[in-house]
Each structure stands twice: as structure tokens, then as C-alpha cells.
């Protein structure tokens, strides 16, 4: 999350696949963004994860840098849910406590033996829970659709989103992207409170069938004519996984 003074629940976190600062994963194949095999992202490409003792630290580790609760599962894909790219890490050594999966003992592939017996890493995170939102919004017990700002990190650095011609359709690609159900609202004019620092994005145009907000149309990085004023939100509802 970005570093700055707002209640932990309060922001849309986005990590763009251009981040810098550490290397973003993700995990393919699963039932939802926080279950499948690993993959990190180096060099403008994805690259498959591999280990021949990969076991719960590990595994620890890619959950909380995905924000996805607790590991539940460290495992080796069958045969059939292996990967056929590029290999990015092979051989990591964590002592579960790590932000994130660069700040352990990895290999790079170069350093690598050309053979040997590591295989597809996957982890199935236990991070779910319901949306909750502001303090009263509640209904007879209920949990409240989950309202945020949006922030996106790209280059190093968290940003929010303008919210020139922001829709229901940018608000259906955040929630779909953070695993937060659907869109109920999109929200401009700062209605959730303002963000800091950079405004990365502006004149976002989804058609709301995009898998990540920066699949969009929409002005390059950081040219903006906005004020935090005009920071972009969503609300989204049904379950979602810790962010």
C-alpha cells in the first residue's frame, strides 16, 4: 500500500506489470487471482518460477506481496498445469517473514544449471473475506459494498487515477482486477477522500471487458490536467481477497 496516513482499507491498489522497486507476481491457472502456479514479471516479460524445495515460507511470501491473506498451500503443479515459457527465478530461499519474493535467496535462470530436477511452483492463498465499507454503511447486519479511491504503482511510485470520463465500465475493470466482484458505482470528485504524489492516469476508457486498468485507452503516465480533487473511486460488492 502506498505510504501514506489513510485507513487501510480505503484504497484501490493496482501494481502495474511496468512497476519498479520489486519484481510484480502473479499466479496463472487457479480459480482466482490468489490460487495458481507463479509467475514474476522481469525484463517487460512473465517468466515461470521454479524450485525444487518450495515449501509454506515460500509460499507465505507470494501471498502477502499479493496481498492475498494467508498461504494456505505450497505445491508443484501436476504434469499437464506446468508452464512452457521463459523461466524467471529458479531456486528461492525465503524465511517467510519477506515483503516480498526479491527480498529472498533467488536465482537468477543464468546462474542456474542448465538441468536439473526444479519444477513449476503454485500456492492456494487463504485470503478471503467479505467487502466491507465505511463505518454505518451496513444494512441489518450485512457487509457494505467495498468503496475505495483507486491508486495505481507504476515506476516506483503509487498514483491515483483522474476521474475524466470515469465509468461504470473503468469501475467494472478495478473490481474485476482486484478480485472485488462487480462494479456498483464509479465514483469522481474525490468522494472517498484524496490521494498524494503523482496522478498517474487520466481519460480512462475501458470497455469494462479489459483484464487490468492499464489495458485501457487512456493518456500516457502522468500526463494529466487533474487536482487531487478529481481523484477516481469505485465501490464494488460480493467477496473479494485481501488486498
Not at 491515483?160 to 473503468?170: E, N
Request: negative net charge.
Amino acid at each position: 500500500m502506498p505510504c501514506s496516513p489513510v485507513p487501510p482499507m480505503a484504497v484501490a491498489s493496482l501494481l502495474s506489470p511496468g512497476s519498479a522497486g520489486f519484481a510484480p507476481l502473479r499466479l496463472v491457472g487457479g480459480g482466482s487471482r490468489c490460487d495458481g502456479r507463479v509467475e514474476i514479471f522481469q525484463h517487460g516479460t512473465w517468466g515461470r518460477v521454479l524450485d525444487d524445495q518450495w515449501d509454506m515460507q515460500e509460499a507465505s511470501v507470494v501471498c502477502r506481496q499479493l496481498r492475498c491473506g494467508e498461504a494456505g498451500t505450497a505445491y508443484n503443479p501436476p504434469k499437464p498445469e506446468r508452464g512452457t515459457g521463459p523461466v524467471g527465478l529458479r531456486g528461492v530461499r525465503c524465511a517467510g517473514h519477506e515483503a516480498n519474493l526479491a527480498l529472498c535467496n533467488t536465482s537468477l535462470p543464468e546462474s542456474a544449471p542448465a538441468a536439473g530436477i526444479a519444477e513449476d511452483v503454485g500456492v492456494i492463498c487463504w485470503g478471503e473475506r467479505r467487502c466491507t465499507g465505511p463505518p454505518g454503511d451496513g444494512v441489518g447486519g450485512q457487509p457494505a459494498p467495498d468503496s475505495k479511491w483507486v491508486e495505481i504503482y507504476y515506476q516506483g511510485s503509487w498514483g491515483t487515477v483522474c476521474d475524466d470520463g470515469w465509468d461504470l465500465s473503468d469501475a467494472t475493470v478495478v473490481c474485476h482486477q482486484l478480485g472485488c466482484g462487480g462494479a456498483v458505482e464509479a465514483a469522481g470528485s474525490a468522494q472517498f477522500g484524496e490521494g498524494s504524489g503523482q496522478i498517474w492516469l487520466d481519460g480512462v476508457n475501458c470497455s469494462g471487458a479489459e483484464a487490468a486498468l492499464w489495458d485501457c485507452p487512456a493518456r500516457p503516465w502522468g500526463q494529466h490536467d487533474c487536482g487531487h480533487k478529481e481523484d477516481a473511486g469505485v465501490i464494488c460488492s460480493g467477496l473479494w481477497r485481501e488486498l
